[in-house]
């Protein structure tokens, strides 16, 4: 498919498109929005790359992925973020509020825009490189457009109105229907959904295009790995126990065809040892070595069962494409991020709310699962707890939720500390929230407290 833009010359009165991406699923996701309509022709699509990788130079970069020639003709040009800033990486860097003038006109140099108009349309805006980009043209109208479930989130951290005021729309895929996202909603922000028609179109083209493996003779459970200890959440170990449970519970469930997805940059040996547990279960397991989108496999492999942490991918297989899934290791995560602010605790949070846990039993007995059916109000007050001082609208919301609704299933989702820190129900009591948090402090009370004891005996 042809972009629908009027190339010209670069120079006054042309509009010039420039869109990012850092990841496949991201770029399909702007595929579809054009695809649609979502944006108006412009004189030039300009599409800037960015590897967010650890070691950028060991990871392929999105126009190097499977399928993304599929994508290509969608965009005039495409330009290289890494290359650009080199030899700075793109996680990490900035630029200082003095050269922001200087890389302006360098960029404009470099990715011949010349006096055009710029319109950028970005993802994680809170977060570079979206937000370095967003600096450096400091006068261009802003679109974001969300990667995943993180968009129902909070806002990860304030955004500078400089920045922030200059975001026009959100645009997000329908993953959680019902559910409106609550990112940059601190700036009056309207969220506007892609088509799902149209996003399934652009997938029907990446399958297509993907022919490096084979399918299972029959239908398969789908393992997503995430690389979780990559981000600090568990260590190596209790990762590759997780993607071992995830083994385990296939099997339990009947199934002896198993196929992995590892993250592209887990570590080999945990596939080494999935294997050794595979062939002790009776199980036939089958490693992908392609960095192919869950999405894609989806159509090719026809799971029987889709099975992840929190994986957006689970919420693209259950509401684009109807395969079931399930969720495990989502209790623990719960408990282990930190801060509270943690921007994975939002899509952790709808997963466990909202999917069954690989360890439910089968649907219809009575310990079935059944999903949350406050989870707009649950969102809410999750995302109030993180970021109070961007949301104070929500504090009335979390303090229904909290004092209608908090149960021992609930309280997974909470803590007690953060909960006390907010005068919000569920809260350590006053008289108790007095005692120092220090724990020689604890011991001093609790002799003093057996002693007393022993003076009135």
Not at 179 to 206: M, N, S
Request: with cysteine; net charge neutral; aromatic share 6%.
């Amino acid at each position: 498919m042809a972009p629908s833009s009027v190339t010209s010359a670069p120079g006054a009165g042309r509009t010039t498109q420039v869109f990012c991406a850092s990841t496949l699923y991201g770029a399909a996701t702007l595929a579809a929005a054009i695809d649609a309509g979502l944006f108006p022709a412009a004189g030039r699509r300009l599409l800037v790359v960015c590897n967010n990788a650890g070691s950028p130079e060991l990871t392929p970069s999105v126009d190097e992925m499977p399928g993304f020639e599929q994508l290509r003709d969608r965009f005039d040009d495409l330009v290289s973020w890494n290359e650009t800033i080199a030899p700075f990486h793109p996680g990490s860097w900035s630029p200082r509020s003095d050269d922001v003038p200087l890389w302006e006109r360098h960029l404009r140099l470099a990715w011949r825009l010349g006096d055009d108009d710029v319109r950028l349309i970005v993802e994680s805006i809170q977060v570079n490189p979206a937000l370095a980009i967003a600096q450096i043209f400091t006068g261009a109208p802003i679109e974001v457009y969300a990667d995943g479930l993180m968009s129902y989130g909070p806002t990860r951290s304030k955004i500078e109105p400089l920045v922030g005021e200059r975001v026009r729309r959100l645009l997000h895929l329908d993953l959680v229907p019902g559910l409106k996202p609550l990112l940059l909603t601190e700036f009056g922000v309207a969220p506007e959904l892609v088509p799902t028609d149209a996003f399934l179109r652009v997938l029907d083209e990446l399958t297509d295009a993907e022919r490096n493996f084979d399918t299972p003779s029959e239908p398969p459970v789908l393992l997503l790995g995430q690389y979780l200890s990559a981000l600090g959440i568990l260590t190596e170990r209790e990762e590759e126990e997780l993607h071992i449970r995830m083994v385990r519970g296939a099997v339990a469930k009947g199934h002896t065809q198993v196929v992995f997805k590892p993250h592209p940059t887990a570590p080999a040996a945990w596939s080494r040892r999935l294997e050794q547990e595979a062939k002790k279960l009776g199980a036939d397991l089958t490693i992908l070595d392609s960095p192919v989108l869950a999405e894609v496999l989806y159509r090719r492999l026809k799971p029987a069962l889709v099975v992840g942490c929190f994986s957006t991918a689970l919420f693209t297989a259950s509401a684009f494409y109807g395969i079931p899934v399930a969720h495990t290791g989502t209790e623990l995560l719960l408990e282990r991020l930190a801060p509270y602010q943690n921007s994975n605790r939002v899509p952790v949070t709808i997963v466990d709310a909202l999917l069954p846990s690989l360890d439910d039993s089968d649907e219809g007995d009575a310990d079935a699962h059944r999903p949350e059916p406050r989870i707009a109000e649950l969102v809410a007050t999750v995302g109030y707890a993180m970021q109070h001082q961007i949301y104070p609208g929500l504090r009335p919301t979390a303090e229904k939720f909290l004092s209608e609704h908090l149960d021992a299933h609930t309280w997974r989702y909470f803590k007690r500390r953060r909960l006390t820190a907010l005068a919000l129900p569920g809260a350590v009591p006053a008289q108790l929230a007095r005692i120092p948090r220090n724990a020689t402090a604890r011991r001093m009370v609790r002799r003093a407290r057996k002693l007393r004891r022993a003076v009135l005996r």
